[in-house]
């Protein structure tokens, strides 16, 4: 099957470099004058596939929004992950797993196997149990087509303490997890499958992202404060491999239709000459 890296590489050329967050939270189910249980859910998530299904790159559920909701909520996942891939998104499923390698390969087999009913296109990882212990993941993707996202220097103040701290040989935590990443794209054409977590909000901290060779998401923009304006800051000159990425800056214009795409089409302008200046 085709890499996730040619797949993402074909939706970012066709579509533009964006990703969408589905993130019902009770404040914007409220907001859309909808209940806070699964009947409002699934109405949120219909109305933002039906918004944007058809046009952003990428879109990105947060399962816990969903998973809140029990098995119920987790329904209404699976069938929100159908429609957008009907849609013609790809779907990164963001659920932040990471555990112990035998474990790991449970939660490849749940998000990265066509026969799985939460079968998504990505997932994002967590990689504080060693990066080598998500290796089940990053080899059921191989086969499958499937992408990665592993948390390298997240959007959130409290990151930092982690993920700046020193390994033995002097590197940040957060460079040896985006050098063994580095490691698993090398050669890869027209880009690895394997990404990284990097905020928009993080500023420069002089963490080094040249070899990555692989999608760099970019969480942070928008709600948490960060703006377009500020990738050029964080990526350097790895601005050509950046994700944007929006949740509630869009979701916040829903829930009319065409409210929602302006706000896309907006955020969308607005990366797309952030990522491309030279
Ligand atoms: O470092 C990270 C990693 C993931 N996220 C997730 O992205 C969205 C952000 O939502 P906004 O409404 O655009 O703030 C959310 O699902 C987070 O869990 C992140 O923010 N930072």
Known sequence: ???????????????GPLCVGIDPHPGLLARWGLTDDVSGLDRFSRTVVEAIGDRVAVVKPQSAFFERFGARGVEILESTIRQLRDAGALVLLDVKRGDIGSTVAAYAAAYLDPASPLYVDAVTA?????????APM????????????????TSNPEG??????????????AQTVIDEISQLNRGA?????????????IGDTGHDLS????PLLAPGLGAQ??????LRTVFGTSLSSVLPSYSREVLNAGPDIGALRAATDRVLTECHAAVTAS
């Open 1 to 15: 099957m085709e890499s996730f890296g040619a797949r993402l590489h074909r939706a970012v050329t066709e579509r």
């Open 126 to 134: 967590s990689p504080y149990l060693g990066v080598g212990s998500l």
């Open 138 to 153: 990053f080899d059921l993707a191989t086969t499958h087509g499937g992408g990665v996202f592993v948390l390298a220097l």
């Open 160 to 173: 930092a303490a982690v993920q700046h701290a020193r390994a033995a040989d002097g590197r940040t935590v």
């Open 189 to 201: 054409e027209p880009i690895g499958s394997f990404g990284l977590v990097v905020g928009a909000t």
């Open 211 to 214: 070899g990555v060779n692989g």
């Open 225 to 230: 404060g960060a703006t377009a304006a500020d």
